[in-house]
């Protein structure tokens, strides 16, 4: 069975930092794009940051939303089966309930951060809270 896990999320003031995990089971991260996503209230989900599998051309590559650049690390740890968002300086607009996600890797790179129906599987998701 496929399932990802996040964890790491909670209340944090503006300018902390927080390490999201995604643990997944019953596939390798290493085979499949992993995406962090966020949805806000009343807001799309939109993409945070991605990381390429390494079986195709774009071979661990990540990308970043604007938002995120600067300030986001996303990193995968094969051994452990698991992704993480390292997110730095936050801000109470980085509010949201962060998923990861996994895609098939067609090599599309981009537009694995930007198009949420590329992927097959999601968590439940796991909630940030930046207070002013």
């Known amino acids: 069975e496929v399932q990802l896990v996040e964890s790491g999320g909670g209340l944090v003031q503006a300018g902390g930092s927080l390490r999201l995990s995604c643990v997944a089971s019953?596939?390798?991260?290493?085979?499949?794009?992993i995406g962090w996503f966020r949805q806000a209230p009343g807001k799309e989900r939109e993409g945070v940051a991605c990381?390429?599998?390494?079986?195709?051309?774009?071979?661990?590559?990540?990308y970043y939303a604007d938002s995120a650049k600067g300030r986001c690390t996303v990193s995968s740890d094969n051994a452990k089966n698991t992704v993480y968002l390292e997110m730095n300086n936050l801000k109470p607009e980085d509010t949201a309930v962060y998923y990861c996600?996994?895609?098939?890797?067609?090599?599309?790179?981009?537009?694995?951060?930007?198009?949420?129906?590329?992927?097959?599987?999601w968590g439940q998701g796991t909630q940030v809270t930046v207070s002013s």
């Open positions: 996600a996994a895609a098939v890797d067609y090599g599309l790179g981009y537009t694995y951060l930007v198009d949420v129906d590329e992927y097959d599987y």
């Open positions: 990381i390429s599998s390494s079986i195709t051309r774009t071979h661990g590559t990540a």
């Open positions: 019953g596939f390798s991260v290493d085979d499949y794009t």
